[in-house]
């Protein structure tokens, strides 16, 4: 797909002054790029949130142009200039600087220096971006996710917990920007707003504690294409709401050595990352480990139990050039330490370790996907003023989940009677489409019942009864266009003027033979009249047929 033409699209807007709670769903937005993912194709989504002025926008404006351009057969950062020396996509200075120009490109996430907020609500961009990762075994469609920043003086914690909470449910891999450190603070707020997730599926698996997913992390946080010996390990070994969490940390200041020194010094871009990424683990561990004090251990625990991988990335301050209001996104401006650690950064996600979204242990596509979105978010639409209950989110996860096993029941039935009866089909003897039917009815039910297996049982049923009406009214909607197709439809409607017809013309024939008179001549007319009356009948009705409007 060409992403280049793409654009941020805005697809939840949130209240002004008069209500500041208000979450309203873009559906219009959604639909429209949900709608260019193919058909079967399963989907990831990558969301970005955080603090306001954290440098969100600017990150993902960096991951649109890997995706555009970038490619696991070069490992250069040439991706980076592919579309110019500047970083102009979404560059709001330059259009502060020059107005009267318009030389700011907006092709991108919106971003600039300074500390006045840019996004409000959740971005989406608008093309998906259609990639083969090592993760999964077909292309996939990922798609990219911008969010309102959190604690920016003007948004309500109600509302920060609405966005946070719904794009976590809706992406596959999640990326927390966090500046300079992972702080206490960084960590309670996220076992919040996942707090959602946990309760609504139970207290399932609720002993794991945090070790055991720092453990796995630092097994999985190693890329194929930075080093020959370690590879990901993608195992799930936790059954969790959500899938990855990925602390970023932003501006951070501790390495143990320089990377222009270290390459300086001759050691490859490799062997540098390699070191830079030990300490990258040894810092979640000694952030994410156990401890002694019950409050801070549970926090840990109940990240945990909300994700099934736990991920953290370090990266350095990108130069003061970069924060200043008349940056002009000069990629040569920005520090080598952090475009080195960003061309790793990009290619561990989007050629290694990004995943499809799952929902019940099972990957969905772009039409799943929608519905999914449109219960979540009507959470929070319906009742903004505080956070939804658990059970609402697994009410609504089960009932968008048994919409698409309805969907696509639904679907399968209608595309195998399609085959045979369908606008292009012709005439099938009654018994035999009865046969076609019950097989395709089968088989609408075991796809049915292999993916609408969440909520109540009370919720399942209620649908497969739908389901099942459905069915009904397409299978008499097949079964009389086929009778329509019958060449011996309506016979008994032919049979007595067909005979009336053949009778006259018998007659015809017999008095013309045997007779003479005027009584005779007229007879004869009147029998031709009756059966040519006939003919012209059946050749007007037959027109008709033919043109459609009998």
Request: aromatic share 10%.
């Amino acid at each position: 797909m060409d992403s280049d033409e793409g654009q941020p699209l805005q697809i939840v807007s949130t209240g002004e002054d008069e209500d500041k709670n208000e979450f309203i769903l873009l559906e219009d937005n959604i639909e429209r790029i949900l709608n260019k993912i193919p058909a079967g194709t399963k989907v990831a989504i990558l969301s970005v949130v955080g603090a306001f002025r954290s440098g969100k926008s600017f990150l993902l404006t960096f991951f649109l142009r890997y995706l555009r351009h970038g490619s696991s057969d070069d490992l250069s950062t040439a991706w980076m200039t592919a579309s110019g020396d500047a970083l102009r996509e979404g560059n709001v200075n330059e259009k502060k600087s020059s107005p009267e120009e318009g030389t700011g490109d907006l092709k991108g996430f919106a971003w600039c220096g300074g500390q006045s907020r840019q996004t409000t609500g959740i971005w989406m961009w608008s093309e998906p971006f259609l990639r083969k990762v090592s993760s999964h075994p077909e292309k996939i469609a990922i798609l990219l996710m911008d969010t309102q920043g959190m604690f920016d003086n003007e948004t309500t914690m109600t509302l920060t917990a609405q966005i946070f909470g719904l794009s976590t449910m809706i992406s596959s891999y999640q990326i927390y920007n966090v500046d300079k450190r992972i702080q206490e603070d960084n960590l309670q707020h996220l076992a919040l707003f996942s707090e959602y997730g946990r309760m609504a599926l139970g207290e399932q698996n609720t002993d794991t504690p945090a070790d055991d997913v720092v453990n796995e992390v630092h097994d999985d946080c190693n890329t194929e294409n930075e080093t020959e010996d370690v590879k990901p390990d993608t195992n799930v070994i936790v059954k969790s709401p959500f899938q990855r969490i990925e602390f970023l940390v932003r501006d951070w200041q501790n390495f143990d050595t320089d990377w222009e020194d270290a390459l300086e010094s001759g050691k490859s871009e490799n062997e540098v990352f390699k070191a830079y990424h030990s300490e990258m683990m040894e810092y979640l561990h000694s952030v994410i480990k156990s401890r002694g004090a019950s409050d801070l251990q549970s926090t840990r625990d109940q990240i945990s139990r909300c994700f099934e991988k736990v991920g953290c990335f370090l990266l350095p301050h990108p130069g003061f050039h970069v924060i200043k209001k008349n940056y002009a996104g000069d990629i040569e401006k920005i520090e080598a330490s952090f475009r080195g650690l960003l061309n790793h950064y990009v290619r561990f996600i989007f050629d290694t370790i990004i995943e499809p979204k799952r929902i019940n242990n099972r990957s969905i596509t772009g039409p799943e996907l929608l519905n999914f979105i449109k219960a979540y978010a009507a959470m929070f639409e319906h009742d903004g003023s505080c956070f939804p209950k658990a059970m609402t989110m697994l009410e609504a996860t089960a009932d968008a989940n048994n919409r698409n096993a309805y969907d696509m029941a639904i679907k399968s039935y209608k595309s195998a009677m399609d085959a045979v009866a369908g606008p292009e089909g012709h005439f099938v003897k009654e018994s035999n489409l009865n046969v076609i039917h019950k097989e395709s009815l089968q088989s609408a039910l075991s796809i049915f019942n292999e993916i609408a297996e969440m909520g109540s049982e009370v919720a399942i049923g209620r649908k497969r009864t739908e389901l099942l009406d459905d069915i009904e009214k397409e299978r008499k909607r097949y079964f009389d266009s086929n009778a329509y197709r019958n060449p011996f439809r309506n016979v008994e409607f032919f049979a007595l003027p067909l005979i009336i017809a053949t009778l006259s013309w018998i007659l015809a024939v017999i008095v013309d033979s045997t007779c003479s008179t005027d009584i005779c001549e007229r007879a004869e007319d009147g029998f031709q009249n009756i059966y040519l009356f006939i003919f012209f009948g059946f050749l007007v009705v037959a027109w008709r047929h033919v043109i459609g409007s009998w």
